[in-house]
């Protein structure tokens, strides 16, 4: 390429850069003043051009050319420019074909039309400068802070613990106010007026600081259906270590009508039909039948009693035991239930619900502690004698070596038709359930009607500097011990010494 074609070269590109023109910040490419360039472009290169010699030729068919108002013609890319501006070889056949609109290829697309915006803005030095596409506007959100989150989880645990604490509180001072199991010991006398209601009974025993809460006293009646019961007037000592209940069967009145009171008294260590004779033969109440079917089968609503739902099936009577000793006033027209349920009150009035929490401690149930008291019962004559007697039948009951054998003179005499005054060697090979000579443990049941003391005592057995296995009751009624059988048979020919000695 020689200087003249560099220079038309340069000319048609800024020719064709001429052809471009700017409509509100985008190009747009001007058909005009590009079909004007083609026209100057031919005009020059058919001047130029060597003339041929002519040739017979065929009439070329006219072809309609397109109006410069329908089809503008495009600018021609420099490649193209340059080429056409260069001169033709007399062996080039000239071209007869003009270039249609269909024809024009732009160099860069200036508008999109899909996106119906501008693809671009042309600098000052000729140059696009792109622009990035705008994103959709995002609201930013605030993350939580945690301080505010641990503060607000600190402060409802903090809630939760304050009403947690405050309702265990509450809940744990009025039950030991119902059922008094931490209250100071203490007597206190208490007025109770003629035709006193439930109201009046509770705010005397809130006054005289016997009870905390009277609304709860009254409540409690209340659902024990308790509040229509009549109120016997008079002076009361009472403590406050006594339960709503225990205080309730010590104001309350029988409702009566004309019938006979009499006055009975069970002595300590009776048994049950110790007990049955007495009512039976001496009082008048009841009859044997009676008394023997309110024992076995009569129902009454004493906690005490919840163990004794499935007996031992050689336990003489069910509730053996439970009859408390005591002097008691019944009207003689009473049914035998009733009679047995007033004693079984006193037992419960008696043994507290403190002392089903020390048979826990101590390992053993409520019969447990109720049948070993009654053998204490029976065995000791002096109460000062109830807690070394308990240490010896709890080594008994610990021992291997004795083959966990009571061997007590009382279980046989519970298990013989008639009591008898001095038992021989026969009496002791007896069979039944009962021989605690022939039978390891306790027996099937109790075998008296035992006193709280005595209840006390097997609960709380003497802690002996020396452990015994055996006692014998002088005959002043004291009991000797021995740790083994020779120290035993030694204390039986003492005993024998003082009973020859005293002409018995």
């Known amino acids: 390429m020689n200087e003249n074609d560099i220079k038309k ?203 905390k809460f009277p609304k709860i006293f009254v409540l409690y009646s209340i659902i024990r259906g308790r509040d229509d019961a009549v109120y016997k007037a008079g002076i009361y000592t009472v403590s406050p270590q006594q339960n709503f209940d225990q205080l309730y069967y010590t104001f309350v009145e029988r409702k009566v009508t004309t019938m006979t009171e009499i006055s009975v008294t069970i002595p300590e260590g009776y048994t049950i039909d110790d007990i049955i004779k007495l009512f039976v033969e001496e009082k008048g109440m009841g009859t044997k039948e009676g008394f023997v079917d309110a024992i076995q089968n009569g129902v009454y609503d004493y906690w005490f009693l919840e163990g004794l739902k499935v007996v031992n099936p050689d336990r003489k009577y069910r509730l053996e035991g439970y009859l408390y000793p005591d ?40 019969d447990d502690v109720v049948n070993l008291a009654s053998i204490i019962q029976m065995e000791a004559k002096h109460q000062k004698d109830y807690t070394i007697v308990s240490s010896v039948i709890h080594n008994r009951l610990n021992s291997a070596y004795y083959m966990y054998r009571l061997d007590c003179d009382a279980t046989i005499q519970y298990a013989l038709p008639e009591r008898k005054t001095d038992l021989t060697h026969d009496d002791t090979l007896i069979d039944s359930p009962y021989n605690s000579y022939t039978h390891g443990g306790l027996p099937p049941g109790p075998i008296s009607n035992p006193t709280l003391k005595a209840i006390r005592a097997a609960l709380y057995p003497e802690q002996t500097s020396e452990k015994y296995y055996f006692f014998v009751s002088d005959i002043d009624g004291y009991m000797l011990y021995a740790r083994n059988l020779p120290e035993h048979n030694a204390n039986i020919a003492k005993v024998e010494k003082n009973a020859a000695a005293a002409g018995n």
């Not at 019944?330 to 009035?349: S, V």
Request: glycine fraction near 2%; hydrophobic fraction near 35%.
């Open 9 to 211: 070269t340069n000319e048609n590109n800024s020719a064709n850069s001429d052809n471009v023109k700017v409509y509100n910040d985008m190009e747009i490419f001007d058909f005009d003043a590009h079909r004007k360039a083609k026209l100057e472009a031919e005009k020059t290169r058919s001047s130029t051009a060597p003339k041929a010699s002519p040739k017979p030729n065929p009439t070329p068919k006219p072809v309609a050319q397109p109006s410069a108002q329908s089809r503008p013609v495009p600018p021609k890319t420099t490649a193209q420019a340059a080429q056409s501006s260069a001169p033709r070889t007399p062996k080039q056949v000239p071209r007869t074909h003009q270039p249609s609109i269909t024809d024009i290829k732009p160099d860069k697309v200036v508008f999109n039309a899909s996106l119906r915006k501008p693809m671009g803005k042309k600098s000052t030095d000729n140059k696009v400068i792109k622009q990035k596409p705008i994103k959709p506007y995002k609201e930013k959100t605030r993350g939580a802070n945690p301080l505010a989150v641990l503060s607000k989880a600190l402060i409802y645990i903090a809630v939760v613990l304050l009403i947690s604490a405050l309702a265990s509180y509450f809940i744990i001072t009025v039950a030991n106010d119902v059922f008094a199991f931490v209250k100071a010991d203490a007597q206190i006398e208490v007025v109770i007026p003629e035709y006193a209601t439930l109201d009046q009974i509770a705010d005397e025993l809130h006054e005289k600081q016997i009870i």
């Open 327 to 366: 002097t008691y006033y019944f009207y003689k027209e009473w049914p035998e239930e009733k009679i047995i349920d007033k004693m079984l009150a006193n037992f419960y009035a008696k043994f507290d619900i403190k002392y089903k929490q020390e048979c826990e401690k101590a390992g053993m149930s409520i």
